[in-house]
């Protein structure tokens, strides 16, 4: 099974609606969690952290649920800059919370 | 601050070549990293260095060598290059106590 599976998409979402989507990841001894932005034929840059709590940056909210081991990012008002992959990763408890476990993406694309 | 450098940015090589990756980083990190990317399987753990002087294999290994020559250089290299490592190869860093990893810019390798 998989660290962290994520549903590829692409999810199509319309300038200014709201998109969401999660990832499930399979060991419940993973510490940390965040989401990445991936531009097309660019490096993965942070684009926030997962707290237990829920946390938001702007128009994006981001939530953990450790009982259900799963991670979700929401979009609101989407732009067309908002157009990029999202990796949903983890820390792998294999490791020792050592190394990062990366999932697929999520690709995101507004249409006008 | 530069952050994460890579060099070459592409290169393309015929099978049975040589070459290497060099990354170096400014932020004054303990741990580095070597990634590949290939559609469809999201990024994959080559090799890391948790601090100078040591290196450990990750996901798959086999094919690379590594050098952690200093506290900022981490280089990858392919003794002899098959055609399976056709691949976007990204190299990144973390300071010791956190997880966010800060990824370089990438090398587009082809293997013909």
């Known amino acids: 099974r998989k660290e962290v599976e994520q549903d590829p998409g692409p999810f199509n979402v319309p300038e200014g609606a709201t998109v969401a989507f999660n990832c499930t990841y399979s060991?419940?001894?993973?510490?940390?969690f965040f989401w990445y932005r991936q531009d097309c034929r660019k490096e993965p840059k942070l684009l926030m952290s997962v707290y237990s709590s829920g946390n938001e940056d702007g128009r994006f909210t981001a939530q953990l649920n450790r009982a259900s081991q799963y991670i979700s990012l929401l979009i609101r008002d989407s732009k067309l800059s908002d157009s990029a992959t999202y990796l949903c990763v983890v820390t792998s408890a294999f490791y020792g919370n050592n190394r990062l476990a990366f999932g697929k993406g999520n690709q995101v694309v507004v249409i006008p | 601050n530069a952050g994460v450098t890579q060099t070459p940015k592409f290169q393309v090589l015929k099978t049975g070549q040589s070459m290497t990756l060099q990354c170096a980083q400014d932020m004054n990190h303990n741990s580095m990293y070597w990634y590949r990317q290939d559609p469809g399987m999201g990024l994959r753990l080559i090799y890391y260095?948790?601090?100078?002087?040591?290196?450990d294999k990750g996901e798959v290994p086999n094919g690379y060598n590594v050098s952690r020559l200093n506290k900022r250089e981490f280089s990858l290299r392919l003794e002899s290059a098959a055609p399976s490592q056709t691949s976007v190869y990204f190299c990144?860093?973390?300071?010791?106590?956190?997880?966010?990893?800060?990824f370089g810019p990438g090398t587009r390798l082809t293997v013909l």
């Open positions: 060991n419940s001894a993973s510490q940390s």
């Open positions: 990144a860093s973390r300071r010791t106590g956190e997880y966010t990893q800060y």
């Open positions: 260095s948790a601090s100078e002087g040591t290196t």
